[in-house]
C-alpha cells in the first residue's frame, strides 16, 4: 500500500459527460501529480501541484482541469469527454519542497471507460 | 523538451536468466533516473534509482547503470523469478525528481 487513495476504482460515463477524480496524497506529501495511462502506453504526464499551488503542466487537455486543496487532496475534472478519453488515470504524491522530490509514490489509478 | 525512448517493449525469459532493459534520455540537463515496476492492476512502485553523480547502483538482485556521455541507462535483473513479471518503466528527471519524464514501458514475463 503506497499510502496513496484514488477514487472511484472504475468510472463508465459516456460521451460529453463530465467526471471527477478524486486524490488523497500520502500523509506529509505536499506535492501531487496527475498521469494518464491509455492502453499499453505509457505513463503520460497530465499536471503537478504543490502544497495548493499549480508547479508544472504536460500534455493536459483544456477539456480537463485539476486543483489541490488545503488539506492537500487533489481533483482532477475531465468535461465534455470524449471516447479517447478513456484510460487510466494515476495520482502520485512525493515529498518534493521546491529540491528533489525523489520516489514517486503512486496510487492504483481510476480507470476510465467513456461510451 | 525531454524525450525517453526505452527498449525492448516486450521481452520473454527464462526463470532464473537474466534481463536487460535500456533507455535513452535526451536531455543533458537530466540527473536522475528512477525504475518504476507496475503489476497488474496496480500503481507504479520504485525498486531502483540512480542519480547523475553515480555509475552503477545495485539492490540485491537489481542494478542500474548510467552513461552520461551516452545518455543511456539500463535495468539489470539478474535470476528472475516469475513474480518479476511485471512492465518496466524508466523515467529521467531534472533537479532530482522535478518534471519526470517516463518511457513508454517493457512487459517482461518470466516464463517457469
Known amino acids: 500500500d503506497s499510502g496513496v487513495t484514488q477514487t472511484p476504482k472504475h468510472l463508465i460515463t459516456a460521451t460529453g459527460q463530465r467526471v471527477t477524480l478524486r486524490c488523497s496524497p500520502r500523509s506529509g506529501d505536499l506535492s501531487v501529480y496527475w498521469y494518464q495511462q491509455s492502453l499499453d502506453q505509457g505513463l503520460q504526464f497530465l499536471i503537478q501541484?504543490?502544497?495548493?499551488?499549480?508547479?508544472a503542466k504536460g500534455n493536459i487537455l483544456e477539456r480537463f482541469s485539476a486543483q489541490q486543496f488545503p488539506d492537500l487532496h487533489s481533483e482532477l475534472n475531465l468535461s465534455s469527454l470524449e471516447l479517447g478519453d478513456s484510460a487510466l488515470y494515476f495520482c502520485?504524491?512525493?515529498?518534493?519542497?521546491?529540491?528533489?522530490?525523489?520516489?514517486?509514490?503512486f496510487g492504483e489509478g481510476s480507470r476510465l471507460t467513456v461510451l | 523538451g525531454e524525450n525517453v525512448e526505452q527498449h525492448p517493449s516486450t521481452l520473454s525469459v527464462q526463470e532464473g536468466d537474466s534481463a536487460v532493459i535500456k533507455c535513452t534520455y535526451s536531455?543533458?540537463?537530466?540527473?536522475?533516473f528512477p525504475w518504476y515496476k507496475q503489476e497488474l492492476g496496480k500503481g507504479p512502485q520504485l525498486i531502483i534509482d540512480?542519480?547523475?553523480?553515480?555509475g552503477e547502483k545495485k539492490d540485491q538482485r537489481i542494478a542500474v547503470t548510467l552513461n552520461k556521455t551516452a545518455k543511456h541507462f539500463s535495468l539489470h535483473i539478474t535470476e528472475t523469478q516469475p513474480e518479476d513479471s511485471a512492465v518496466y518503466f524508466c523515467a529521467a528527471s531534472m533537479n532530482y525528481g522535478q518534471n519526470f519524464v517516463f518511457g513508454p514501458g517493457t512487459r517482461l514475463s518470466v516464463l517457469p
Open positions: 540512480i542519480r547523475s553523480n553515480v
Open positions: 501541484y504543490y502544497n495548493g499551488e499549480e508547479r
Open positions: 502520485a504524491s512525493s515529498p518534493y519542497r521546491g529540491g528533489g522530490a525523489g520516489e514517486l509514490f
Open positions: 536531455d543533458s540537463a537530466s540527473n536522475y
